[in-house]
């Protein structure tokens, strides 16, 4: 049976969406079927990051009501090329649309819960999909609660910036604990550090944090060059960017059964 992801952080700058893009082409290149769907409302980024321009629905009409979830998604696996499929499912990046989905009140919210939940379909169901990655806004929106709420694994990106740990521990403590999902953390934009053993790391992490740690990405300044244009995992195979999401993907598949 297929499973759901969430990619969630406490604040933005963590390299979440980029984390979540990668991953996702990362297990639909092991041939997977995977459908990744932007959630960060308040900020919607994918369609621009993968030139995604005018698909037939948004997200936003998924949840609003107004469309079945078939009529949103977009099917990119050739961007992948492998026997894997891929496909997205946008958030709208126009101004009027990012407005509108701020004001949504807490009714809008539950039932936008309820279409969430609906997605298990997809996976369940119709064998459609093996994943469903949610890329979630950062922080404790209503859209980013609902989205671990319907996941069975979240995969938290944080970094070592002094604000972002003592965010991310708390809002872990305070938090996640209530949902009792299964939850992992993965330090990205990490500087190298020669005297630093993965295995003190692994157990500073779950000491400060209470979770296990998934994997360590170090800052790579390709990344930063390539400005959120490059799908790591299929246009550069052999960087070891690539390498370390093709760590993390086995590691998902192994934790998420």
């Given at each position: 049976?297929?499973?759901?992801?969430a990619v969630h952080s406490y604040k933005g700058g963590t390299g979440k969406t980029l984390l979540s893009i990668n991953l996702a082409a990362a297990l639909a290149k092991t041939?997977?079927?995977?459908?990744?769907?932007?959630?960060?409302?308040?900020?919607?980024?994918?369609?621009?990051?993968?030139?995604?321009?005018?698909?037939?629905?948004?997200?936003?009409?998924?949840?609003?009501?107004?469309?079945?979830?078939?009529?949103?998604?977009?099917?990119?696996?050739?961007?992948?090329?492998?026997?894997?499929?891929?496909?997205?499912?946008?958030?709208?990046?126009?101004?009027?649309?990012?407005?509108?989905?701020?004001?949504?009140?807490?009714?809008w919210e539950m039932r936008a819960l309820g279409r969430l939940l609906a997605l298990r379909n997809l996976i369940s169901n119709t064998g459609n999909f093996d994943y469903l990655?949610?890329?979630?806004?950062?922080?404790?929106?209503?859209?980013?609660?609902?989205?671990?709420?319907?996941?069975?694994?979240?995969?938290?990106?944080?970094?070592?910036?002094?604000?972002?740990?003592?965010?991310?521990?708390?809002?872990?403590?305070?938090?996640?604990?209530?949902?009792?999902?299964?939850?992992?953390?993965?330090?990205?934009?990490?500087?190298?550090?020669?005297?630093?053993?993965?295995?003190?790391?692994?157990?500073?992490?779950?000491?400060?944090?209470?979770?296990?740690?998934?994997?360590?990405?170090?800052?790579?300044?390709?990344?930063?060059?390539?400005?959120?244009?490059?799908?790591?995992?299929?246009?550069?195979?052999?960087?070891?960017?690539?390498?370390?999401?093709?760590?993390?993907?086995?590691?998902?598949?192994?934790?998420?059964?």
């Amino acid at each position: 049976m297929g499973k759901i992801m969430a990619v969630h952080s406490y604040k933005g700058g963590t390299g979440k969406t980029l984390l979540s893009i990668n991953l996702a082409a990362a297990l639909a290149k092991t041939g997977k079927k995977v459908c990744l769907f932007d959630l960060d409302f308040r900020a919607p980024s994918l369609a621009t990051l993968l030139k995604v321009k005018n698909p037939n629905c948004w997200l936003n009409d998924y949840l609003n009501g107004s469309c079945e979830i078939e009529k949103a998604l977009v099917d990119i696996s050739e961007r992948i090329g492998n026997s894997g499929k891929l496909c997205v499912a946008l958030a709208n990046p126009n101004t009027e649309a990012i407005r509108e989905m701020s004001s949504k009140d807490r009714k809008w919210e539950m039932r936008a819960l309820g279409r969430l939940l609906a997605l298990r379909n997809l996976i369940s169901n119709t064998g459609n999909f093996d994943y469903l990655v949610f890329d979630t806004s950062p922080g404790l929106q209503y859209s980013s609660i609902n989205a671990i709420v319907a996941a069975d694994l979240v995969v938290v990106a944080t970094t070592f910036d002094r604000s972002d740990m003592e965010g991310t521990q708390r809002m872990l403590r305070e938090l996640y604990d209530l949902f009792e999902k299964k939850t992992y953390l993965v330090l990205n934009k990490v500087l190298e550090n020669p005297t630093r053993h993965k295995s003190d790391l692994q157990a500073t992490v779950k000491d400060f944090y209470q979770v296990p740690l998934l994997g360590v990405v170090p800052c790579y300044c390709d990344i930063l060059k390539a400005e959120g244009s490059t799908i790591f995992a299929q246009d550069k195979p052999d960087h070891p960017f690539t390498r370390m999401l093709n760590a993390l993907a086995a590691e998902i598949e192994k934790n998420i059964a």
